[in-house]
């Protein structure tokens, strides 16, 4: 990771009205980066995400992207200045297109020629989505809805995306094909902080990693020496 982060979160401490979740955290996305997020389930890791994008009560710290102080920015404005989200259980509207969904996503899109080129470089990524563009997206599989919520997050071109569990719930052949797209979207530019329970997934996908416990950042480290440790063990499948 370089020295100049595209995010950086300094001591952020924060929750939702007097609950604490998170404590002192620390953490750093450099441009290029696929960083992961890992820990197990109520360790704080998606409130991360939703901290990162104003939507929790920051008690203490700073939360940098592109070095502006977006801390106490609007989850709008903070989307605006380039940052996209796709949460967990994919959240598409299941009442439209798939089309209409993806261009949902582009409400910060100025113009039809960007629009239209921003279709065409979603198609790329993801071919399924373009034979399924006209049907209801409540009729598509598990693995079609979502591609249809990263792609929707990736129509308004942002530069970091923030992705939670992409692979819930999905089967091995899809989690191996979810895992070559998020590659495939971080080869186009987009620098990508990733929250995935499922460990191997995450650490072959991503160049660095914060493993997470009790709201708090317990180790932290590239992808490879993370691997290696045995506190991937110890803290992401709670034994030790």
């Known amino acids: 990771m370089n020295n100049q982060p595209l995010l950086e979160l300094k001591e952020v401490t924060a929750g ?3 609950m604490v979740v998170l404590e002192n955290i620390s953490i750093k996305i450099s441009q290029g980066d696929v960083v992961t997020l890992l820990g197990s389930n109520g360790v704080g890791k998606s409130t991360t995400l939703k901290t990162i994008l104003g939507q929790t009560n920051i008690k203490k710290g700073e939360i940098v992207y592109k070095g502006r102080d977006i801390t106490n920015l609007k989850t709008y404005d903070i989307a605006a ?3 996209s989200y796709c949460p967990e259980g994919r959240q598409i ?6 089309k209409e969904n993806l261009i949902s ?3 910060l899109v100025k113009g039809k020629k960007q629009l239209k080129e921003n279709l065409e470089k979603v198609y790329s990524l993801f071919p399924i989505l373009k034979n399924r ?3 209801l997206s409540a009729s598509l599989s598990g693995g079609e809805q979502e591609m249809l919520a990263m792609a929707r997050a990736l129509m308004g071109s942002p530069d970091l995306l923030l992705l939670d569990e992409p692979s819930l719930g999905l089967a091995p052949k899809l989690v191996e094909l979810i895992a070559e797209i998020i590659k495939n979207i971080n080869e186009t530019g987009v620098s990508i902080l990733l929250i995935e329970q499922n460990a191997k997934l995450a650490l072959d996908i991503s160049n660095y990693g914060y493993l997470m416990r009790k709201g708090a950042i317990a180790f932290e480290g590239t992808s490879e020496e993370l691997v290696k440790t045995e506190k991937v063990k110890e803290i992401y499948f709670g034994i030790g």
């Open 133 to 135: 563009e006209n049907q």
């Open 93 to 98: 509207f299941g009442n439209l297109t798939t």
């Open 16 to 18: 939702y009205g007097k």
């Open 105 to 107: 996503g582009a409400y």
């Open 81 to 83: 200045l380039g940052m």
